[in-house]
């Protein structure tokens, strides 16, 4: 799943208006005692650093670096704001000044290098090491995530809504809640795994509270700042709360939690901190076969600990995004359907050009993107009804009727 700041930054260098990068890093090159395999003799290094977008320019070249016996290259840099890894560049024994040539790459300063480096390449001579976050130097930063938090919310409205399932934790004897995000339909809504049918909110019984672990009928009854479902009658039951025993990573497909007994269903849906999950297997005392980030959530990393409700009232919907991101976001994941990286960047490319007053450009761009989203939305439709599924080789007869029926060979 492709980052906010991926979207942003390789759609400002199409504009072109790149975001600042970071600077070229200081690095203090040394050689000391150590166990290694470098070829005695004199090198030249360098030193960049790389954060999720790219590398920086090399640092300033050291001086001669005589290596004997079997000690090694110290190299002290301090990795910048952002940046992930340290890469030492080494030029061949007795090699000139800008001649270095292979690289070998750290997560932590100082960094020692004990052989020749394996991987052959030269330092850059452009940094790439964007800064998503930053003002470009015709565009600022806020503009930049504007045009993308506009492109999400009108393509996704352009293709009817993303196909999704969300929850919410049920309280005993309340019958409205409100929905996270926002949904332009709603078409199957369950409570505690049983399937709740649409009804008409003059046929809800208001008189008095009747609690019931099979629900009548559910609607959409508030729709102005919030949306809020209704259900008649009132669930019987609070959704069970536990929490994590464990950490768990941003894409674990389980974890332990402290009471599997507080859940009624053994697979459906939960929230754990923010994140909304499907789960399959409810056993032990974890739940797994975990789906992350659905229902317009992000699959982030959580600490022991962490609350963990049950969404004993649940629905399947098509969603749009409403959810604005900033600068200072770019790190989350951006939960878009594959496909939409290059539909999105030429939304966001023609919002450029029509700042820019070229609005016939600008037009063009958007109408493509549009067709793109609809072209997409298409090709990945629901199921319509039934089909052949599996390698079936005898003939198989649906819709069967004394007319006849479709023959699938």
């Not at 004997?68 to 560049?89: D, E, F, H, M, N």
């Not at 290098?113 to 964007?130: D, E, K, M, R, Y």
């Not at 938090?149 to 809640?177: E, F, R």
């Not at 859940?263 to 992350?292: C, D, K």
Request: charged share 10%.
């Amino acid at each position: 799943m492709p980052t906010v700041g991926t979207v942003i930054v390789s759609t400002r260098r199409k504009i072109p208006d790149p975001t600042p990068t970071l600077p070229a890093p200081a690095a203090a090159f040394s050689v000391v005692s150590g166990t290694g395999t470098l070829p005695a003799g004199n090198y030249l290094a360098v030193a960049t650093q790389l954060n999720a977008y790219g590398e920086t320019l090399p640092s300033t070249e050291s001086g001669v670096l005589a290596v004997s016996g079997t000690q090694v290259i110290q190299c002290v840099s301090t990795l910048l704001p952002g940046a992930v890894t340290l890469r030492v560049y080494l030029t061949l024994v007795g090699g000139v000044a800008g001649s270095e040539i292979a690289f070998q790459d750290f997560t932590a300063s100082p960094a020692l290098v004990t052989a020749f480096p394996a991987t052959a390449n030269q330092p850059p001579v452009q940094s790439t090491a964007s800064l998503p976050d930053a003002d470009g130097q015709t565009f600022s930063a806020s503009v930049a995530f504007g045009w993308m938090n506009d492109g999400l919310n009108q393509l996704s409205h352009a293709v009817g809504g993303l196909l999704d399932y969300c929850g919410v934790p049920t309280q005993a004897g309340n019958g409205l809640y409100v929905i996270p995000g926002q949904w332009l339909s709603i078409t199957d809504v369950w409570y505690g795994g049983y399937w709740i049918k649409g009804g008409k909110r003059a046929e809800y019984f208001r008189r008095n509270t009747v609690t019931s672990n099979v629900l009548q009928m559910a609607v959409v009854s508030i729709t102005s700042d919030k949306q809020v479902i209704e259900v008649t009658y009132q669930p019987d039951r609070n959704s069970g709360v536990t929490a994590t025993n464990a950490p768990m990573t941003a894409s674990a497909t389980s974890v332990p939690i402290l009471n599997p007994g507080a859940f009624l269903l053994p697979f459906g849906f939960a929230q754990i901190g923010t994140e909304i999950v499907a789960y399959s297997n409810l056993a032990g005392n974890a739940i797994s076969g975990l789906i992350r980030g659905i229902g317009n959530t992000v699959a982030q990393a959580w600490p022991l600990g962490t609350v963990v409700n049950e969404l004993s009232l649940f629905w399947n919907g098509r969603r749009i995004f409403n959810t604005p991101y900033s600068p200072g976001q770019s790190n989350l994941s951006l939960p878009i359907p594959y496909g939409w990286i290059p539909i999105l960047q030429n939304y966001m490319l023609g919002q450029a050009k029509k700042a820019e007053q070229d609005m016939q450009a600008g037009a063009a761009l958007e109408k493509q993107a549009f067709d793109a989203a609809k072209e997409w939305a298409f090709s990945n439709r629901e199921i319509p009804g039934m089909v052949q599924v599996g390698g079936n080789n005898n003939p198989l007869v649906f819709s069967q009727s004394p007319a006849g029926g479709i023959l699938i060979p």
